[in-house]
């Protein structure tokens, strides 16, 4: 019994020999498939708003009233970007898009993230920050910026009404250099005001402390 079975055995393996390195490169093809979905999926429906490179600088962007985020400066969670893309952002051009399923989504933020690891950890501000300044900062943020972010960053009451909304900050946070220019120049188009006005070492500070709103775990 044990013989025919190896006999048989022996047998199915030189049979199938032939298709072994054809599976492979199937099983290749159906990897490239997979990675190419996202990267089409991304070409397909947002490169034209956020620019191939994600740097926000489409061939539409231009008449944008409210420009697209530069996607390579964002640092946030899994589950805060998947919600960004099927809600979409009420009152700009940033639509939902719920015609793709949670497989192309996740695929696609897969993508995102090998690119710009934009599920990656928050980045740590360099510049330094005097005592005081940090001081002003933390007031700052206390007496003006939580009239709309809430002391805790996820919004306050007020804010809920805008158009569109303040992002959670406890979920939902920028590269450094990138909220520093968002802090200076405000955000067009928003409610978002520019504090240009404040020392540059304030301005460091309260991107630092705008950092430290971010609780919400990386996954
Ligand atoms: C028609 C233009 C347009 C298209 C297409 C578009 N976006 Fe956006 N997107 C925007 C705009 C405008 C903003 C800025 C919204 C804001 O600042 O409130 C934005 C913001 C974002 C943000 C940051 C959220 C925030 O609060 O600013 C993410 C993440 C994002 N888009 C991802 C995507 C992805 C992924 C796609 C493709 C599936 C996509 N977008 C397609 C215009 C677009
Ligand atoms: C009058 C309301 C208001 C005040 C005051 C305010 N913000 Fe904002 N902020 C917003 C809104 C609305 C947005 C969302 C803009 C958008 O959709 O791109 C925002 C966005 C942001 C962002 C994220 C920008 C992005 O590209 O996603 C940061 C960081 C930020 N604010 C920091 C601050 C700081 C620091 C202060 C205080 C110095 C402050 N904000 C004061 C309304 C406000």
Not at 59 to 65: D, F, G, M, N, Q
Request: proline share 6%; glycine share 8%.
């Amino acid at each position: 019994m044990d013989k025919i079975l190896t006999a048989n055995a022996e047998k199915y393996d030189q049979e199938l020999q032939p298709y072994l390195p054809g599976t492979l490169s199937h099983y290749r093809a159906s990897l490239k498939f997979s990675y190419d979905r996202a990267e089409t999926i991304f070409s397909q429906s947002c490169a034209f708003c956020h620019g191939q490179n994600a740097d926000g600088r489409g061939p539409e962007a231009k008449r944008l009233t409210i420009p697209a985020e530069d996607l390579t400066a964002i640092r946030t969670t899994r589950q805060y970007l998947y919600r960004i893309i099927t809600a979409g952002v009420a009152g700009t051009a940033m639509a939902y898009f719920t015609i793709y399923d949670r497989y192309q989504l996740d695929d696609l933020m897969d993508y995102l993230n090998r690119k710009y690891q934009v599920l990656g950890p928050p980045e740590e501000v360099a510049a330094v920050i005097s005592p005081q300044a940090w001081a002003q900062a933390q007031h700052t943020y206390e007496q003006t910026c939580s009239v709309c972010h809430g002391l805790d960053g996820r919004g306050s009451q007020l804010s809920q009404g805008l158009k569109p909304a303040p992002p959670d900050l406890t979920a939902y946070s920028l590269l450094p250099h990138r909220a520093f220019k968002v802090i200076s120049e405000g955000y067009p188009g928003t409610m978002m005001p520019a504090f240009g006005e404040l020392p540059q070492e304030v301005r460091w500070g309260l991107v630092r402390a705008v950092g430290l709103l971010r609780t919400e775990t990386i996954n």
